[in-house]
Nanobody, 128 residues
């Protein structure tokens, strides 16, 4: 499976961006796509995920209400709509795939270690 992110850029605080994660064809029974970000000098952190079989979406508390993840299965693409961006959102954003889907669950939440295939990332810079 290959993943390609796009849509990053430089924006002012309060503005919006939509990131895309296009994946190659995947024939597994279930999967999940996760969005992660890594700021300079910091570890990669999970942001959101969406489960392929159910469409269930999970978010970390710091982005709830501002970020929305969605999927267009006809295009094999997952989107991350980011609104009311803050300078703290500045990071390289990556999408990853969990080829079993178990890392994105309403019961267990988002399990970072379940995502083991990544795209190259897209830079998001939010100016104050």
């Amino acid at each position: 499976v290959q993943l390609v992110e796009s849509g990053g850029g430089l924006v002012q605080a309060g503005k919006s961006l939509r990131l895309s994660c296009a994946r190659s064809e995947f024939t597994g029974r279930d999967y999940a796509i996760g969005w992660f970000r890594q700021a300079p000098g910091k570890e990669r952190e999970v942001v959101s995920c969406i489960r392929g079989s159910s469409g269930w979406a999970g978010y970390v508390d710091s982005v709830k209400g501002r970020l929305t993840v969605s999927e267009d299965k006809s295009k094999n693409t997952v989107y991350l709509q980011m609104n009311r961006l803050k300078p703290d959102d500045t990071a390289v954003y990556y999408c990853g795939i969990d080829v079993y889907g178990l890392g994105c669950s309403p019961v267990a939440g988002i399990t970072k270690g379940a995502f083991n295939l990544w795209g190259q990332g897209t830079q998001v810079t939010v100016s104050s």
